[in-house]
Nanobody
Framework: QVQLVESGGGLVQAGGSLRLSCAAS????????MGWFRQAPGKEREFVAA????????YYADSVKGRFTISRDNAKNTVYLQMNSLKPEDTAVYYC????????????????WGQGTQVTVSS
């Protein structure tokens, strides 16, 4: 089992950058594929990015490809989401999630979730 805590959210102007972090507890973090999802008010939770347990493979939603980068440091039990060229439509609560299965864009594949961190992008 793993517990996840996100941090790094905040208010930023359009065009700016933020880096989200997700710290995991437990000694088996390196066994988990990790993902980032987001949910805006009144909208369904949507996939943002995912990374394999080794960090060797990544997968992005089309809406963030080329702007966001997911990475992980298994020695620090942490996964990151570097967000550049932010747009007002990126405003949402961002969640990290973990799965012992393959990295995936489907939220139903993830067993463990953090509490979320708010990202607000002003125009």
């Amino acid at each position: 089992q793993v517990q996840l805590v996100e941090s790094g959210g905040g208010l930023v102007q359009a065009g700016g950058s933020l880096r989200l972090s997700c710290a995991a507890s437990g000694r088996t973090f390196s066994s988990y594929a990790m993902g980032w999802f987001r949910q805006a008010p009144g909208k369904e939770r949507e996939f943002v990015a995912a990374i394999s347990w080794s960090g060797g493979s990544t997968y992005y939603a089309d809406s963030v490809k080329g702007r966001f980068t997911i990475s992980r440091d298994n020695a620090k039990n942490t996964v990151y989401l570097q967000m550049n060229s932010l747009k007002p439509e990126d405003t949402a609560v961002y969640y990290c999630a973990g799965t012992l299965g393959d990295y995936s864009g489907s939220y139903s594949q993830y067993d463990y979730w953090g509490q979320g961190t708010q990202v607000t992008v002003s125009s």
